[in-house]
């Protein structure tokens, strides 16, 4: 802890309030199983914890994942194998999208806008002056058209107009837009919007590389030829920058990584022929160092881990009596996000037919719903038409939709744009809902 840490004695005073009671309360786990699994935890050699869209599609979403880390620190657990914090991405190369720079706030490895050598490494690699004040986000960028700010977007590869949270609001932007360009492999319901489509080739058509979560940079390699007038994402922004003054003329992804790695120190020592046959995991600062197995493993970046303080948030929209459900969203095991591709293969119509709201026994029968029934979902935002399924999983007062079958139920017409206030992700996991049937709603239970 003293070499490691610092910031313990806060956080056990902190702590105090939250006793195993408290987070039963608050969480419906009973205390006696929050207290085995703390020891189970605690008491492991090493521990990994691995997380997903639960943790971080809240409004409080970084206080997660600082809860996480507290525990982490608290037991040992970063700066050795097979151990850490880990979160799985809901997306295969989502790690790559932010290491090469696909955020408004960095250049590639994570080099701030506004540092002034990051800005003049990739001036000089561009030869073009680089504003140090970062972009916006989508969530900013959204309000931004509805003011009437915002008169063109250029959407690669997001079915906004269906993953988005309070999906109508998208929609309404979309449709304000004066000039829209959707760049995607098929075309989706965002495509629809679009006054161009662009067609681009999918993952098995082109040349690459991606970053799965552990860092490991691995290459990509194109299979069969694109269909069509499709081409790789980068051959079409290459030519449109071109077309608007700028040249770009890469001949291959490998020179497009070369550069990357020229001016990215963390990844300086990964080419192609390096990684040929086995990926190697960032920072590689050197052609001839291994890779970097695990982080941490005798500082941290700022020499010293700090515990966070991070009180309870409770959910943005919490149940009433008008809306006295709480709706969680997320996705089923066999189909996959929107149903852009899942939901033009035929085998999955066997496994995934169509969608369903699962309800609890006991808020099935308090409602007098039967299974397979169509019931209204309702939000404050919208409403949705679907079959009911009775199950097991949910517990009493929440219910459950994917969002994969758009074209029957558009399941982010009832979710809240309500947003973690660092990083802007939507609370997908809470709304507050009511079900209605038949002329009655569970409000009126």
């Excluded at 309030?17 to 205390?31: D, F, L, R």
């Excluded at 590689?284 to 197995?293: E, K, R």
Aim: some cysteine; proline content about 6%; glycine content about 8%.
């Amino acid at each position: 802890m003293d070499e490691r840490t610092r910031g313990f004695e806060e956080l056990r005073d902190f702590l105090k309030a939250y006793t195993p009671g408290v987070a039963q309360e608050i969480s419906g786990v009973a205390q006696e199983e929050i207290v085995a699994a703390a020891r189970e935890y605690a008491g492991a050699g090493r521990a990994a914890i691995i997380y997903t869209l639960g943790i971080t599609e809240h409004s409080c979403g970084v206080h997660n994942v600082q809860s996480l880390a507290n525990l982490a620190l608290l037991c040992g657990n970063f700066g050795v194998p097979n151990a850490g914090v880990n979160p799985l991405r809901g997306q295969n190369n989502v790690q790559g999208a932010g290491d090469v720079g696909c955020m408004p706030d960095y250049f590639p490895g994570y080099q701030r806008t506004g540092i002034d050598q990051a800005r003049e490494r990739w001036e000089q690699a561009w030869q073009v002056k680089l504003d140090p004040q970062p972009g916006i986000t989508k969530i900013t960028a959204l309000d931004e058209i509805l003011k009437g700010n915002i008169r063109t977007v250029y959407i690669m590869g997001e079915n906004t107009a269906v993953s988005d949270a309070n999906v109508g609001k998208t929609r309404r932007a979309l449709e304000k837009v004066e000039f829209l360009v959707v760049q995607d492999i098929f075309f989706t319901d965002t495509a629809r919007f679009a006054h161009v489509v662009l067609p681009a080739a999918s993952f098995a058509e082109v040349d690459g590389t991606f970053t799965n979560t552990e860092r490991r940079v691995q290459r990509v390699r194109k299979a069969v030829a694109p269909p069509g007038q499709a081409k790789p994402d980068w051959e079409i922004l290459c030519a449109l920058a071109t077309r608007l003054g700028y040249p770009m003329r890469y001949r291959h992804a490998r020179e497009i990584w070369d550069e990357l790695a020229r001016y990215t120190p963390i990844l300086a020592g990964i080419n192609y022929d390096r990684i040929e046959l086995k990926g190697i995991q960032w920072p590689c600062p050197t052609l001839d160092h291994p890779g970097t197995q695990y982080l941490h493993k005798d500082t941290f970046t700022s020499e010293k881990g700090l515990f966070q303080t991070v009180p309870h948030v409770p959910v943005a929209e919490p149940p009433d009596a008008n809306y006295p459900l709480m709706l969680t969203t997320g996705r089923r095991r066999p189909a996959y996000h929107t149903g852009t591709q899942t939901g033009r293969a035929a085998g999955f119509d066997l496994l995934v037919p169509h969608e369903q709201v699962e309800v609890s026994r006991e808020d099935a029968a308090e409602l007098g719903l039967v299974d397979g029934e169509q019931v209204d979902v309702v939000s404050r935002r919208g409403r949705v038409r679907v079959s009911v399924a009775i199950t097991d999983r949910s517990p009493k007062g929440l219910v459950f939709l994917s969002f994969h079958f758009p074209d029957h139920v558009l399941t982010n017409l009832l979710t809240t744009d309500a947003y973690d206030p660092v990083t802007e992700t939507p609370e997908f996991k809470a709304c507050a809902v009511r079900i209605e049937r038949d002329g009655t709603s569970s409000a009126e239970k």
